[in-house]
């Protein structure tokens, strides 16, 4: 299983905190580096000192400055950029990591944020994914030699050229959510990952088995796609200091053991067992105290547990 590290920089991470998650990251062996899309949190408001920051230009930083985990969001609302100049901005990144990239694009859900900075937030917004999707693929896979257009209710794109290529195959790109119908066709269309997160085994479970089908309807082996889930990382080198975390971040110890990582490294090695039987391949280790390196050592801990 695939263990990666999830940040959310909007809560006040300034710039050298995430450089240092990111290269702690991949000192201690994670597969992957993701970060939020956001500008503020959903009130506007910030846990710390205001550290905006922008999600594709600081991983463009990042790919320079680490070597091998991958980096990505979780997920990029299609709200913030034009499909087709985030499809350019996304095959820089990726050349500049050396095919390290991978793209989550969701259809965008903090209004308040929207409102702060004067950027439109129509109601129905999956139409806006669909077409962004079809996209951000469409300009990927054009050859330099050839253009790609496109017509639909929210976007034209007339004769944009190709080469807009990634450095391998393609960025895989990542859809979640716990949609019934449409997430998981967009997924068995789109994806090369499926997500979901921050719920508990049972409801985990039950998405996973609704993707499952998708990709079957789509005529797609259910293999190919990944499964993976987001969970709040909560851990401390004993159940206490895990306690200790949980009430410094306001957040309830049971909640946290029923839906997130929570207590010592083997408790949480205990919980990646119980997710592996679920069938997820890959797991994001959120973790919400961006002044907190430590915890990504006990994390560290629990992987290898893992085993």
């Known amino acids: 299983m695939e263990y990666c590290i999830f940040v959310e920089p909007q809560l006040g991470m300034t710039w050298d905190q995430l450089l240092a998650f990111a290269q702690a990251t991949e000192r201690l062996g994670f597969h992957g580096f993701f970060r939020s899309d956001h500008y503020t949190q959903p009130d506007r408001s910030f846990s710390g000192a205001p550290a905006l920051s922008d999600a594709w230009t600081t991983l463009a930083a990042l790919a320079m400055a680490t070597e091998r985990v991958r980096l990505g969001t979780l997920v990029t609302p299609v709200t913030f950029r034009h499909p087709g100049v985030l499809a350019v901005q996304v095959a ?93 066709a967009l997924a068995a269309a789109y994806a090369r990952e499926f997500n979901t997160g921050f719920v508990a085994d049972d409801v985990v479970a039950e998405r996973f088995a609704r993707v499952a089908d998708a990709t079957q309807v789509a005529g797609r082996d259910p293999e190919s ?73 006990l994390l560290a801990e629990a992987v290898r547990l893992a085993g």
Not at 120 to 142: D, Q
């Open 92 to 184: 820089n990144v990726d050349a500049m990591s050396n095919g390290r990239v991978e793209l989550g694009l969701g259809a965008g859900w903090n209004a308040p944020e929207h409102e702060a900075y004067g950027i439109p937030f129509p109601a129905k917004r999956f139409g806006l994914l669909e077409e962004s999707l079809a996209i951000v693929t469409g300009l990927w896979t054009t050859p330099p030699d050839e253009t790609f257009s496109f017509e639909g209710e929210h976007y034209r794109l007339d004769r944009a050229p190709g080469g807009q290529r990634p450095v391998g195959d393609d960025v895989p790109i990542i859809i979640g959510g716990g949609g019934p119908t449409r997430t998981p």
């Open 225 to 297: 796609l990944r499964l993976s889930v987001a969970l709040t990382a909560t851990v401390g080198a004993t159940e206490a200091s895990a306690k200790a975390r949980a009430d410094a971040q306001g957040r309830d110890p049971h909640h946290e053991r029923a839906n997130g990582l929570y207590g010592t490294p083997a408790d949480v090695a205990e919980r990646f067992a119980g997710l592996r039987a679920l069938g997820a391949e890959r797991v994001y280790l959120q973790v919400l105290d961006v002044t907190d390196l430590e915890q990504l050592d």
